[in-house]
């Protein structure tokens, strides 16, 4: 009491009461007693009094927190209304007469439910007032959008939205969710325990934890960093941790579109007509499928690959759209199929326009391939482009269910082609001439014609200059690509060496497919080491006519045999320690642009024909496109 007393009255009635105890238990004389029942009758008056003093303070104290809450409520009641003036049409149709105007309240700044009818309720009438004034137009929220359905409901209940009485959510928790630090692209794994079953994302710091109970790894974070905000990366839904219960909020929409993007078949045939940009979450600007991949160490060729497959069409629309290879069926235990799901995501991920950051991160891509390859192709080890080319298509061709022979895919769909390969054996060159011409009667050497089919076509360059010039510098050759592919005509024979027999092959097209790949055979290996040719390939960026080398009877039936390039791959520097880089064309814009890893710039066409081209895709023209180029 004596701490609760601020008056002096109190203070001084309690040292005279304390007094006369003392006397009267020192055997003082007997009047201390009197004294005693006065001080002690004026000490509890005092104390009355400054009881009465503090409740009046307190009351005082409340006034003004009230006055404060109100205060705080019509700035929210006016930044809501101008929020509502901006989603309203022009028309000025302000939605249903007499709707409640929705208020979003933090349970921590505002006590009490604001239901339909009873927008003030817990308020002072005039903010109550205020509060049921103006409507809000139907079915929007945040940003003029709301979710609708059960899971809008749901979400209303959650808050003690109009037309609910449950409690309020906790919207301070659920701000706190930072999407700078959000990065979806590595293994869907536990920090901690390294398990991939039930992991969630914790949206304040993006660390992977697992499950959600008392003792499990999300749970003790959330504890221990007051990290509240979860996200399920199996079911997508949203956690608010330790209260464990389920979060659903529209706000939070653009989280899961990043982690799974979706796209509609209306999205997907406007994806080559669009020319505008998207805008990441920091603010850098990108163009959806013009996006650098994260170079973790000497991954450098297969991002050039997944690149330049990611910018052809009928591929890229077959892997945009889950459903095509979701119900896929494969033999228990196959691996294989892991490599179409993570390149069903890896190409979403490069066309999403809605991506927090301007770059993506092949990570889980490359675990998959490592997997897949048995490590014939690794992260941490340089590769060779035209190997992985080869081996990817036909693993994804495999696993998307095709054979050999009879069963096609996608794949074979878009890059398979078919020629007629003539083989004849040739004599051991150290045999005499009459022999020669004795075993050139047999069955044996005589010239045989197999059909086979073809997913890229190897161009061979001529040899390199051994020996400088003048100017003691060597001599960087150059040869225009319709030398090179003579090879494909029909005529043109050339010698191929075994380790014990030689043979005369020629080659002659049969069948071209509506994207054609050329890959330019610049290393050659021996024994001792690797050798690059730095020749230079001189070709047109468009209208290349392949009818020349088709038979005449195949010339008949293929009416469209002009191709123009669409992405081009280049290696740069020795053979063992290059680095690989790739020019893409863009179809929305009509340019062209260079990426190398995570530098994405734009660059002349002119220039792409001075690169040392490696591999290159060429996109078959339609009847259509071949009648506008003809006309322009």
């Given at each position: 009491?004596?701490?609760?007393?601020?008056?002096?009255a109190?203070?001084?009635?309690?040292?005279?009461?304390?007094?006369?105890?003392?006397?009267?238990?020192?055997?003082?004389?007997?009047?201390?007693?009197?004294?005693?029942?006065?001080?002690t009758?004026?000490?509890?008056?005092?104390?009355?009094?400054?009881r009465?003093?503090?409740?009046?303070?307190?009351?005082?104290?409340?006034?003004?927190?009230?006055?404060?809450?109100?205060?705080?409520?019509?700035s929210?009641?006016?930044?809501?209304?101008?929020?509502?003036?901006?989603?309203?049409?022009?028309?000025?149709?302000?939605?249903?007469?007499?709707?409640?105007?929705?208020?979003?309240?933090?349970?921590?700044?505002?006590?009490?439910?604001?239901?339909?009818?009873?927008?003030?309720?817990?308020?002072?009438?005039?903010?109550?007032?205020?509060?049921?004034?103006?409507?809000?137009?139907?079915?929007?929220?945040?940003?003029?959008?709301?979710?609708?359905?059960?899971?809008?409901?749901?979400?209303?209940?959650?808050?003690?939205?109009?037309?609910?009485?449950?409690?309020?959510?906790?919207?301070?928790?659920?701000?706190?969710?930072?999407?700078?630090?959000?990065?979806?692209?590595?293994?869907?794994?536990?920090?901690?325990s390294?398990?991939?079953?039930?992991?969630?994302?914790?949206?304040?710091?993006?660390?992977?934890?697992?499950?959600?109970?008392?003792?499990?790894?999300?749970?003790?974070?959330?504890v221990?960093?007051?990290?509240?905000?979860?996200?399920?990366?199996?079911?997508?839904?949203?956690?608010?941790?330790?209260?464990?219960?389920?979060?659903?909020?529209?706000?939070?929409?653009?989280?899961t579109?990043?982690?799974?993007?979706?796209?509609?078949?209306?999205?997907?045939?406007?994806?080559?007509?669009?020319?505008?940009?998207?805008?990441?979450?920091?603010?850098?600007?990108?163009?959806p499928g013009?996006?650098?991949?994260?170079?973790?160490?000497?991954?450098?060729?297969?991002?050039?690959?997944?690149?330049?497959?990611?910018?052809?069409?009928?591929?890229?629309?077959?892997?945009?759209?889950?459903?095509n290879?979701?119900?896929?069926?494969?033999?228990?235990?196959?691996i294989?199929?892991?490599?179409v799901?993570?390149?069903?995501?890896?190409m979403?991920?490069?066309?999403?326009p809605r991506?927090?950051?301007?770059h993506?991160?092949?990570?889980?891509?490359?675990?998959?391939?490592?997997?897949?390859?048995?490590?014939?192709?690794?992260?941490?080890?340089?590769?060779?482009?035209v190997?992985?080319?080869?081996?990817?298509?036909n693993?994804?061709?495999?696993?998307?269910?095709?054979?050999?022979?009879?069963?096609?895919?996608?794949?074979?769909?878009v890059?398979?082609?078919?020629?007629?390969?003539?083989?004849?054996?040739?004599?051991?060159p150290?045999?005499?001439?009459?022999e020669?011409?004795?075993?050139?009667?047999?069955?044996?050497?005589?010239?045989?014609?197999?059909?086979?089919?073809?997913?890229?076509?190897?161009l061979?360059?001529?040899?390199?200059?051994?020996?400088?010039?003048?100017?003691?510098?060597?001599?960087?050759?150059?040869?225009?690509?319709?030398?090179?592919?003579a090879?494909?005509?029909?005529?043109?024979?050339k010698?191929?060496?075994?380790?014990?027999?030689?043979?005369?092959k020629?080659?002659?097209?049969t069948?071209?497919?509506?994207?054609?790949?050329?890959?330019?055979?610049?290393?050659?290996?021996?024994?001792?080491?690797?050798?690059?040719?730095?020749t230079?390939?001189?070709?047109?960026?468009?209208?290349?006519?392949?009818?020349?080398?088709?038979?005449?009877?195949?010339?008949?039936?293929?009416k469209?045999?002009?191709?123009d390039?669409?992405?081009?791959?280049?290696?740069?520097?020795?053979?063992?320690?290059?680095?690989?880089?790739?020019?893409?064309?863009?179809?929305?814009t009509g340019?062209?642009?260079?990426?190398?890893?995570?530098?994405?710039?734009?660059?002349?066409?002119?220039?792409?024909?001075?690169?040392?081209?490696?591999?290159?895709?060429?996109?078959?023209?339609?009847?259509?496109?071949?009648?506008?180029?003809?006309?322009?």
């Open positions: 009491e004596r701490k609760k007393a601020p008056g002096n109190a203070h001084n009635a309690l040292q005279i009461a304390a007094g006369l105890l003392q006397q009267s238990r020192c055997g003082r004389p007997s009047h201390s007693g009197a004294r005693l029942t006065q001080a009758s004026s000490f509890r008056s005092a104390c009355a009094a400054a009465q003093k503090l409740q009046q303070r307190a009351n005082e104290r409340a006034c003004a927190n009230e006055r404060r809450r109100a205060l705080r409520t019509l929210e009641v006016t930044r809501l209304r101008r929020r509502r003036d901006r989603c309203l049409p022009r028309d000025g149709n302000n939605g249903a007469p007499g709707a409640p105007l929705r208020v979003r309240l933090r349970r921590s700044r505002f006590r009490g439910d604001v239901r339909a009818g009873e927008a003030g309720a817990g308020f002072p009438p005039a903010v109550g007032a205020e509060l049921a004034v103006q409507p809000w137009p139907a079915g929007a929220g945040r940003g003029g959008r709301r979710a609708s359905g059960p899971a809008g409901e749901a979400g209303a209940r959650r808050r003690g939205a109009p037309g609910q009485a449950g409690a309020p959510r906790r919207g301070g928790r659920r701000r706190r969710a930072h999407r700078s630090v959000l990065d979806f692209d590595f293994e869907k794994l536990c920090s901690i390294l398990s991939h079953i039930n992991v969630y994302a914790c949206l304040v710091c993006g660390k992977y934890f697992q499950g959600r109970g008392l003792k499990s790894h999300a749970y003790i974070h959330s221990q960093f007051s990290h509240h905000v979860f996200l399920n990366l199996h079911t997508l839904k949203f956690y608010c941790l330790p209260d464990n219960y389920e979060i659903i909020d529209s706000s939070l929409e653009d989280i579109y990043v982690l799974k993007p979706t796209f509609t078949k209306q999205h997907i045939s406007n994806l080559d007509k669009q020319a505008k940009l998207s805008r990441a979450y920091d603010g850098t600007t990108y163009l013009i996006v650098g991949l994260n170079n973790i160490k000497a991954n450098d060729y297969a991002n050039a690959i997944l690149q330049a497959l990611s910018n052809v069409p009928p591929l890229r629309n077959y892997f945009l759209e889950e459903e290879y979701k119900n896929i069926k494969r033999p228990p235990g196959d294989m199929f892991l490599l799901q993570r390149f069903g995501e890896l979403r991920k490069l066309w999403n991506n927090f950051k301007a993506v991160s092949p990570h889980e891509m490359l675990q998959a391939v490592v997997l897949c390859s048995k490590k014939n192709f690794q992260i941490t080890k340089q590769g060779d482009g190997d992985f080319l080869s081996w990817f298509l693993a994804l061709h495999s696993a998307l269910g095709g054979t050999k022979k009879k069963k096609k895919t996608i794949v074979t769909d890059f398979q082609g078919s020629m007629r390969i003539f083989t004849k054996k040739l004599p051991h150290d045999l005499p001439a009459e020669k011409e004795q075993l050139l009667q047999n069955d044996e050497y005589q010239e045989k014609m197999v059909e086979s089919t073809f997913m890229y076509l190897t061979d360059l001529p040899t390199a200059p051994l020996y400088k010039d003048e100017k003691e510098q060597l001599i960087i050759p150059q040869v225009p690509l319709f030398n090179i592919l090879k494909f005509n029909g005529i043109t024979e010698e191929y060496k075994t380790y014990k027999e030689n043979f005369l020629r080659f002659q097209l069948k071209l497919p509506p994207y054609l790949i050329f890959c330019i055979k610049r290393f050659t290996k021996n024994n001792f080491f690797v050798e690059k040719n730095p230079i390939v001189n070709f047109p960026i468009t209208n290349v006519d392949l009818r020349e080398y088709l038979s005449e009877e195949v010339q008949a039936v293929h469209n045999t002009t191709y390039l669409i992405a081009n791959i280049v290696h740069d520097g020795k053979p063992t320690e290059g680095a690989y880089r790739i020019h893409v064309l863009h179809h929305g340019k062209w642009y260079e990426l190398q890893d995570l530098q994405v710039t734009d660059i002349l066409p002119q220039m792409i024909t001075l690169s040392e081209a490696y591999i290159q895709i060429w996109k078959r023209r339609d009847s259509k496109e071949e009648t506008n180029q003809q006309g322009a």
